[in-house]
Nanobody, 125 residues
Framework: QLHLVESGGGFVQPGGSLRLSCAAS????????LGWFRQAPGREREFVAA????????SYVDSVKGRFTISRDNAKNTVYLQMNSLKPEDTAVYYC??????????????????WGQGTQVTVSS
């Protein structure tokens, strides 16, 4: 059974930075896509960013463009989310996600095959 293990969440002030990591327990393949969703209290789970495992092509929700960067290390089966210039509205539980059949573009929750356990990101003064 494949597992996604997240780390890197925390409490930061507005304007601060955090780097999230997500490591897969098994080898990933070219047809896979890795990404991040977030869910704030009382809100639906929202797509944040995704990366094609083979090509490295990325996709972001408009609200994080220019502030967040998704990247991958294929040899380590690990995806990262560098979050800069954090805002209070970024506060949420962030979930790593793996889609086995998606290679490009934004990820849909219905297409996610595996989820990470979630890591809390809190941005507050």
């Amino acid at each position: 059974q494949l597992h996604l293990v997240e780390s890197g969440g925390g409490f930061v002030q507005p304007g601060g930075s955090l780097r999230l990591s997500c490591a897969a327990s098994e080898q990933l393949f070219s047809s896979d896509a890795l990404g991040w969703f977030r869910q704030a209290p009382g809100r639906e789970r929202e797509f944040v960013a995704a990366i094609n495992w083979s090509t490295g092509v990325t996709s972001y929700v408009d609200s994080v463009k220019g502030r967040f960067t998704i990247s991958r290390d294929n040899a380590k089966n690990t995806v990262y989310l560098q979050m800069n210039s954090l805002k209070p509205e970024d506060t949420a539980v962030y979930y790593c996600a793996l889609s086995l059949l998606m290679t490009t573009g934004p990820m849909s929750p219905s297409g996610v095959n595996y989820w990470g356990q979630g890591t809390q990101v809190t941005v507050s003064s």
